[in-house]
């Protein structure tokens, strides 16, 4: 091991004598730059560049939004004198639907200061108010695309002028969404309620009614009235039922005929009709156990059975009316002669059923429904390439989602075929009104200063690369030289005759005296002791 680490010094104090000052210079300024181009890069990426994540808050909500980031762990300062509270830059946007989605904040505005960076000095108030129009579009924009089931969204913002005069009304802005939603997606009330609080948090002056949010399918998004103790409040509730069972019919729809035709090609609207009559009544009933003979269970019964024969005095008296004409045959009082009783008495006691129901008729039943139903057909200037077979079976299903969702009580006799026919519209036609969406890039950008700094590295490492290539050629031609050098060359000699038997075993005993001195020794001396 101490062997190859001195070769390896030595190759390198030898690789750097051989060096001219030139290529000193040149290899020194390479590794010093080199070094400096991996220090700034970790000094860059190690660094946290803070962003704005609210501003205009109040000391309290600050406080709360503090709270809540340490809690999640989340890296935060507060700047402005408590207002603006400052996050990493790659967190924000995650941060800012999360927190949204909690109702956070109550008050202040989504910081959009960046966009005064692409301001020029010669840029005109209304090229200002475009920029940042169009800046908080992008930005909202992209915090919707966080939101799950969200592949896209287009957003458009109408921002109100402002007057001139401290007293001028101040008006409210509104805004237009439109998402590319996943297909099938079914968006919870938190995610909606979410949506609409991220929105109207991020537009200054804009409530949850100036807000409009559907997607590609023509479906909207409607924030649910929480409040039932305001006035209308009842009729806030019924509207919401009612547009919530044409929503799950639409989607049950849509998302039947897309699978068929395709997303893109079909266009569902429902319709319907709902009685929110509310009964409320309680029913007592007697019904017989045995309901054949109309007879219940006899639980106890009594006889009583009494005869009496004899003479004496009959029973008479005077009539209660005290008129004894007034009832005939009436026995007179003294009257004489035989008499007869007899007394038959029968007590029986029958338990029966006894039923007690208290009914609460539902309110939301559907009293009447229908469906409107375009179609694109396979070729959109040719309404002919659709069959009318399959038209007909796009009514055929139709025709069976009202059957089975109007409700059977509601109606006096069975809906014929004709009357199903009349609830049903199906329209074949091209869509000229289709929302179109950029293609999505699924490539995350890289910052400029990476391009930068990985081509320099990577230059600095062909020019030592090359370098060592090339000392390695030369020390290696300069190790071939030296042995060609040190090899002994041989030459043959020309005045060798052809070996002869003589001349052979010359050789052989010249080759063993060089070899085996001992041995040939010893043979001179068997040489001599024979002579």
């Known amino acids: 091991m101490n062997e190859r680490l001195v070769n390896f010094k030595n190759k390198i104090s030898g690789f750097w004598g051989s060096r001219s000052k030139a290529q000193k210079i040149m290899l020194a300024s390479g590794a010093i730059l080199l070094i400096a181009i991996i220090a700034i890069s970790s000094i860059f990426a190690s660094r946290t560049t803070m962003v704005p994540l609210y501003s205009n808050l109040s000391p309290a909500e600050t406080g709360s939004i503090k709270a809540n980031l340490d809690g999640r762990g989340v890296q935060s300062e507060i700047t402005d004198n408590g207002k603006t509270i400052m996050v990493p830059e790659e967190m924000v946007d995650t941060l800012k639907v999360e927190l949204a989605a909690e109702g956070i904040p109550d008050s202040g505005s989504i910081d959009y200061s960046f966009f005064s960076q692409n301001a020029g000095i010669g840029m005109t108030d ?107 409040a009842s009729f806030a509730t019924q509207n919401e039922i009612k547009k919530e069972i044409e929503r799950d019919i639409q989607r049950q729809v849509q998302n039947m005929l897309g699978t068929l035709m395709g997303r893109d090609k079909v266009v569902v609207s429902v319709s319907a009709d709902i009685d929110f009559t509310q009964e409320n009544r309680e029913e007592n009933l007697v019904t017989p156990v045995d309901e054949e003979n109309m007879a219940g269970i006899a639980i106890s019964a009594q006889r009583i059975n009494e005869t009496y024969t004899g003479d004496g005095k009959a029973a008479a008296g005077i009539p209660q009316s005290g008129d ?26 029958n338990e029966v059923n006894r039923i007690k129901k208290e009914i609460v008729e539902s309110p939301y039943n559907v009293r009447d429904l229908g469906i409107q139903v375009m179609v694109e057909p396979p070729k959109p200037n040719d309404p002919n390439s659709l069959p009318q077979a399959r038209v007909d079976d796009i009514t055929k299903m139709l025709s069976s989602i009202i059957r089975t969702s109007i ?28 929302m179109a969406f950029a293609p999505q890039s699924s490539e995350a950008k890289i910052p400029l200063w990476v391009y930068i700094v990985g081509g320099v590295l990577v230059l600095a490492i062909i020019i030592l690369l090359i370098l060592f290539i090339r000392s390695r050629r030369k020390d290696q031609y300069e190790e071939e030289f030296i042995i060609e050098e040190s090899m002994p060359v041989d030459v043959p000699d020309v005045n060798n005759d052809q070996d002869t038997e003589s001349s052979l075993k010359r050789k052989q005993l010249e080759k063993l005296a060089k070899e085996k001195p001992e041995e040939f020794a010893k043979l001179l001396r068997s040489w001599i002791a024979e002579d």
């Open 126 to 232: 209304n090229e200002f108010q475009v920029l940042k129009l169009e800046s908080m579009q992008t930005e909202l924009s992209n915090l919707i695309k966080g939101i799950e089931g969200v592949n896209d969204a287009n957003v458009m913002i109408s921002l109100p002028k402002e007057g001139v005069f401290l007293n001028d009304s101040k008006e409210e802005a509104s805004a237009s969404i439109v998402l590319s939603t996943k297909p099938g997606y079914q968006f919870e009330d938190s995610q909606i309620r979410a949506l609409y609080h991220l929105v109207s948090k991020s537009v200054p002056n804009l409530p949850t009614d100036n807000i409009v949010i559907m997607n590609q399918d023509f479906e909207y998004f409607d924030l649910k009235n929480e409040n039932k103790s305001e006035p209308g």
């Open 324 to 349: 004894p004409n007034d009832t005939t045959n009436y026995p007179s009082d003294g009257t004489t002669g035989n008499g007869n009783y007899e007394r038959k008495e029968e007590t029986i006691n």
């Open 407 to 434: 409700d059977k009580g509601t109606l006096q006799q069975q809906l014929t075929d004709q009357e199903i026919q009349n609830k049903i519209s199906v329209s074949v036609q091209e869509f000229n009104g289709k």
